[in-house]
């Protein structure tokens, strides 16, 4: 806790309450006192908590009684992307979108309402929705040949374009392969429109950049549906300079109803400003964290393994980053005080950031690094986390997204090690939840019905993929309130209801720690406090 703040709360402590939460089944989330009735909150902050508050109620003293509703605390997505999400609600989202001709008359509509030239932009289409194969651009093309189209597939590490775009690109079928990326080219060498990773930017790169109002926009879409949704706090993963300057702006007029725990988006100018400054710390909005990638998605085939994909004999996936700049960077952060967050999904990739972070952390440590996904490990790597004091910053939708393909991707043996919370949780780590949003529906209730069940929303498998990696529900409640939490050095503050900790905290429709599974997808959330203060209500 802030020091300063430690100091207010003795003084509030014996003064009567703002509020009181009253006949609730509340789940702090803090095993020394798992359950309780009632709390109350002053200044923010819960200055008791347990099953009689009368003591702590006086004239003014709103008293909320909520008739047995459940409370848990506000619930903390350690992986998103505001901007993404922002920008989805505002074009158009492709994740059910079940053939390239669904996809390619979206685009047409679209192109019939706005000026020739225009970019026309959406996200999360998904090759195995329609048969596995990676599209062409021709549909996109004739849907829309006056008009550049940049489609961002479901896990972000691939695009689809159509010809007008690989124009202004100046992307042909002699384009080399730029590092880290790779141009998808049919059998005669045809460039077909689908760019993986790195490949994305010869394209996007022309695009033009949104405006600062563009950029508040967006993130103030994306901050009130995190508020309905029931987060409280959340880990953007990979804010630029111009994203900071939007967040700063939206907290000065009172319309971020979350808290940002922002990552610095790689090496850059941001990156080196903030060395010479040192963290920014606060309660709203924090910089002390670098985004790194070392590899690509599984879904896209970019993810990088030290075996071929079992359905790409010759494909091992691409390495982004080399283990020298994973190293440099990390001697940089901790120097200066900053957390290293790599995203890694692939086993050669993980075990490549982990032999990077042990150069540098040489054993046990506080300085909390993760690795973002980590989603296929070697099964010996997962000691490593251990060894080295490394948050697995894991998403529990990932698997029930991908165990229609996983199985194809990977072969059995490796699955072992695949998407693997419960094992990773078993080895002592700390697992920080979360939904990669846009890349997985921001609904921080499906994560935990995933987290618990194995399953999609329709209940299929029968008993779960892999039912093994259930997590319980408490284990599930920790790793998206405490977790989240520890993974950006603020639990001693947040993620738990407990006395002097903030009172961020949600009032669910029905009570996710006893309901039968196949309940819990229909579960809301009817109110969003933070602070002590409502930032959503369904009434």
Known sequence: MFPILAMLWMAMAGEPADLVVNNATIYT????????KAMAIRAGRIVAIGDDMRAHIGPKTQIMDLKGAPVIPGLIDSHVHMAGLGQMIETADLRHVKSVAEVAAIVRQRAARIP?????????????????????????????????????????????VNRKAMEIAAIDDKTPDPMGGKIIRDSAGLATGVLIDRAQSLAGSKIPAATDDEVISRLRAAARECARLGLTSVHDAGTGEQDLRAYRKLLAANQLPVRIYAMIGGEGGMWSRFLETGPEVNERLTVRSIKLMADGAMGSRGAAFWQPYADDPGNTGLLILKQETVERVARQAVEKGFQVNTHAIGDRANRMVLDAYGKV???????????????????????LFKKFSVIASMQSTHATSDMRWALARLGPDRLMGAYAQKRMLNAGVVVANGSDFPVEEPSPLMGFYAAVSRQDPEGQPAGGWRPEERFTREEALRSWTWAGAYAAFEEDWKGTLETSKVADFLVLSADIMTLPLAELPKVKVRMTFIAGQTVFSDQ
């Open 29 to 36: 989330a803090n095993p020394a006192q798992p359950r309780a």
């Open 116 to 160: 020739k030239g225009t970019w026309i932009r959406a996200r999360n289409w998904d090759q195995t929705n329609w048969g596995g194969e990676f599209p062409l651009h021709h549909a996109l093309t004739e849907a829309a040949p006056e008009h550049p189209v940049f489609l961002t597939r479901v896990d972000g590490h691939a695009a689809w």
């Open 361 to 383: 952390l040489g054993g046990s440590n506080n300085k909390r690094f993760r690795v973002e996904h980590a989603q296929a490990i070697a099964l010996p790597d997962f000691t």
